[in-house]
């Protein structure tokens, strides 16, 4: 679930590249059992089962004394809501250990005693916390010096003036009887920007009103999005 994702595109070749490394540790062999078992019933009944404290928390003090200092953060949706201001954050730290439970969820104990903080990617319930892990993985990395072209630069996209992006054409210059907006052939680079910019922001007006609220708006963006919105620019209704 996690091996192979982590060899393919961008990741893998940040990965051959040596930019990042990428270790998986199978809770399976801190297990003190024959069968190896991790989960286990829960104390006061009821479905489902849940993940065992010792095995979980070998695995963790083996990852702090491989690696220290890491931070070690568990994917649950009882998490703080993963963003892109949280991916700059972990992005600065020398390690991270990402803890993925599967079942209802992991003993307290090791989320109150082992675990550092607690991360969601989102409102909705998964299998496990592989996927999160991976997504936690692949938002950090590329925000790692290096790991993608210059050309592709995150540097831009910091949080503060967070818009959704403008629409992106290539060729041809029409597409099943849809044309590419004329500005975007003009040539003159000037109206194309102020063009690109009004988008983002009617963009983010008519689907992310939160964003719009988030983002600190200039003069000109105001007047921007007030040609294409009409008087309540800004207003984030
Ligand atoms: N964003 N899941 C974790 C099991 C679990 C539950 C509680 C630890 C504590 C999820 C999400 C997510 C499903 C991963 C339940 N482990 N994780 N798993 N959304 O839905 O991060």
Request: glycine share 8%.
């Amino acid at each position: 679930m996690l091996a192979s994702p982590l060899q393919e595109s961008i990741l893998g070749k940040a990965v051959e590249r040596g930019l990042i490394e990428i270790r998986l540790v199978n809770i399976r062999e801190f297990a003190s059992d024959r069968h190896q078992t991790t989960d286990d019933r829960p104390y006061g009944g009821g479905s489902g089962m849940v993940m065992k404290a010792e095995p979980l928390a070998g695995a963790i003090a083996r990852a702090r004394a491989a690696d220290p200092p890491t931070r070690v953060i568990l994917l649950s949706p009882q998490g703080r809501p993963f963003s892109q201001r949280l991916a700059w954050e972990l992005s600065r730290e020398r390690h991270l250990t990402l803890v993925c439970g599967r079942y209802e969820g992991v003993d307290e104990r090791v989320r109150c005693h082992c675990v550092d903080d607690e991360i969601s990617i989102g409102d909705y319930v998964l299998t496990g916390g592989e996927i999160p892990a991976l997504v936690v993985v692949d938002a950090v990395a590329r925000l790692v010096p290096g790991v993608l072209g210059c050309s592709e630069s995150p540097a831009e996209e910091s949080f503060a003036n967070a818009l959704l992006e403008y629409p992106h054409y290539t060729r041809p210059e029409v597409f099943e009887g849809h044309p590419v907006p004329e500005i975007l052939l003009s040539g003159n680079h000037a109206a194309v920007r102020r063009w690109r910019r009004q988008q983002s922001l009617w963009r983010t007006w008519q689907r992310r009103p939160d964003l719009l609220k988030e983002a600190d708006l200039s003069d000109e963006d105001r007047e921007l999005l007030a040609e294409v919105v009409g008087g309540d620019a800004g207003s984030g209704s």
